[in-house]
């Protein structure tokens, strides 16, 4: 079981920057890919970026270049430094552990564990 905690969401002006994080609880942080998805009210999840427990990344193409997702073992947790923001980029962000990590996932179904998300607002 994998519980998961966001922080640092906020508003910002575009061309700011936030960095976000999830506190993951529970022994399999370590060996879970993790992902961060958004969502605006009306619209379906969007897929943002993922790490794999050793470290490779992929990023959706609306925040590569833009957006940096990390980990760090040792805290059980996970971030997501975005810059350059855009009023496209407001959405609530949520983080997600996928256990199996068979590879790097961009799709819900392929995560297991869900945070309850925070709010990134973006003004123009």
């Known amino acids: 079981q994998v519980q998961l905690v966001e922080s640092g969401g906020g508003l910002v002006q575009a061309g700011g920057s936030l960095r976000l994080s999830c506190a993951a609880s529970?022994?399999?942080?370590?060996?879970?890919?993790m992902g961060w998805f958004r969502q605006v009210p009306g619209r379906a999840r969007e897929f943002v970026a993922t790490?794999?427990?050793?470290?490779?990344?992929y990023y959706a193409d609306s925040v590569k270049g833009r957006f940096t997702i990390s980990r760090d073992n040792a805290r059980n947790t996970v971030y997501l430094q975005m810059n350059s923001l855009k009023p496209e980029d407001t959405a609530v962000y949520c983080c997600?552990?996928?256990?199996?990590?068979?590879?790097?996932?961009?799709?819900?179904?392929?995560?297991?564990?869900w945070g309850q998300g925070t709010q990134v607002t973006v003004s123009s």
């Open positions: 529970g022994r399999t942080f370590r060996r879970s890919n």
């Open positions: 790490i794999s427990w050793n470290g490779d990344t």
């Open positions: 997600a552990a996928d256990a199996k990590a068979y590879r790097l996932g961009n799709h819900q179904y392929e995560y297991d564990y």
